[in-house]
């Protein structure tokens, strides 16, 4: 069985700051890739940055990186330059290779303070 | 282009009834899923559709069946239903689920 914990249940950061998001999850598989994604009030899960497992260089996506320590388990989120319409939930994803289902954490309420 | 396309919105039904939701995915997108979002909560899987074929299923009892087309839409059905089945529906497609998937904004079911 695959786990996602996402231990900050909400979090808030004032505009143009940075933030980092904390995910953490179990496989016993060696090749998956793990997903941040984003979901505002208007309920759409938004892709925001993928990573391989198999990829040892951490993912960018303009102002969005991510810090994917393999052996800890460990998939973080950085949001720099923080906007307003940042604000959302935040779900880590998990999938293995050859097993497509989406295992997501609990979540991140991320405000963003003008 | 319009992406995962879900009716209805919001549906009201009371206990025992049954319900259809329906997905229309992404142009081009042959593989769909479905995840029920409690409040809340993470989206769980329930189960997914390829070339109309279930191919994978979550812990969801037999209630929870779903159908694809040839056009690649979906159905998703629950009978019998309880108040614990209120939450959102969310339909997800993919043309290659490596690469992630595309999500509608759900369907939003309330059993009274």
């Known amino acids: 069985a695959q786990t996602v914990t996402q231990s900050q249940p909400e979090m808030s950061v004032q505009e143009a700051e940075t933030v980092t998001l904390s995910c953490t999850y179990d496989?016993?598989?060696?090749?998956?890739?793990l997903f941040w994604y984003k979901q505002p009030p208007s309920r759409q899960m938004i892709l925001v940055i993928r990573q391989e497992a198999y990829k040892q260089q951490n993912a960018t996506e303009n102002r969005f990186s991510v810090n994917f320590q393999k052996a800890a388990k460990s998939f973080s989120l950085k949001i720099s330059d923080s906007q307003l319409g940042d604000t959302a939930m935040y779900f880590c994803?998990?999938?293995?290779?050859?097993?497509?289902?989406?295992?997501f954490g609990t979540g991140t309420r991320l405000t963003i303070i003008p | 282009d319009a992406g995962v396309t879900q009716s209805p919105t919001h549906l009201i039904k009371t206990r025992g009834q049954q319900v259809t939701l329906r997905c229309s995915p992404k142009s081009g997108h042959d593989t769909v899923s479905w995840y029920q979002q409690a409040l809340g909560q993470g989206p769980q899987f329930i189960f997914q559709?390829?070339?109309?074929?279930?191919?994978q299923r979550g812990n969801f009892p037999d209630r929870f069946s779903g159908h694809q087309f040839p056009n690649y839409s979906s159905e998703l059905n629950v009978n019998a239903l309880l108040l614990g089945d209120s939450a959102l529906y969310l339909c997800a497609s993919s043309l290659d689920p490596a690469y992630g998937y595309t999500f509608g904004s759900g369907t939003r079911l309330t059993v009274v």
């Open positions: 994803a998990l999938s293995n290779f050859g097993n497509e289902k989406l295992t």
């Open positions: 559709y390829y070339e109309e074929e279930e191919r």
């Open positions: 496989t016993s598989e060696n090749n998956y890739y």
